[in-house]
């Protein structure tokens, strides 16, 4: 079908994953939701982030009952000119950082979709962190 691309970029962009050259456009204190890979840039910041990779995700399954909630741990890029790059871990869990100083602004995950579900495995292109910049 010839629509199909047309239809993939679409829906891509409904689900805040930018192109992957281009970076998304958020504003300072706006959620925004990333694919590994892709970024965005925080206007009037100068701020990108990229979110690289899930490093692990020992969550506990929808679908089970843990004994405590288990861990996920995002990897990201943070650049801002002229200061250098940083290369970051955020977690899921609160008794790991699920947020970090970078200058004077403040990054935080705020979600790790999609939850996980025993016996499935969840594929790095599947994933999906929410994250939100502030002061």
């Not at 399954?61 to 290369?87: H, I, Y």
């Amino acid at each position: 079908m010839p629509w199909t691309p047309l239809l993939l970029a679409i829906a891509a962009s409904a689900l805040g994953c930018g192109s992957g050259t281009e970076p998304d456009q958020v504003s300072l204190a706006q959620e925004f939701t990333l694919a590994p890979g892709h970024s965005a840039h925080v206007q009037g910041e100068d701020l990108t982030v990229v979110f690289d990779q899930v490093a692990s995700d020992s969550r506990c399954p929808a679908n089970v009952t843990c004994v405590w909630e288990g861990d996920a741990a995002v990897l990201l890029t943070l650049t801002q000119p002229p200061r250098d790059r940083a290369a970051v871990e955020l977690h899921t869990s609160p008794r790991f950082p699920q947020k970090i100083r970078y200058g004077d602004l403040e990054v935080a995950l705020r979600a790790l979709d999609p939850e996980p579900r025993e016996g499935i495995a969840i594929a790095q292109t599947a994933y999906r962190a929410t994250l939100r910049v502030t002061r």
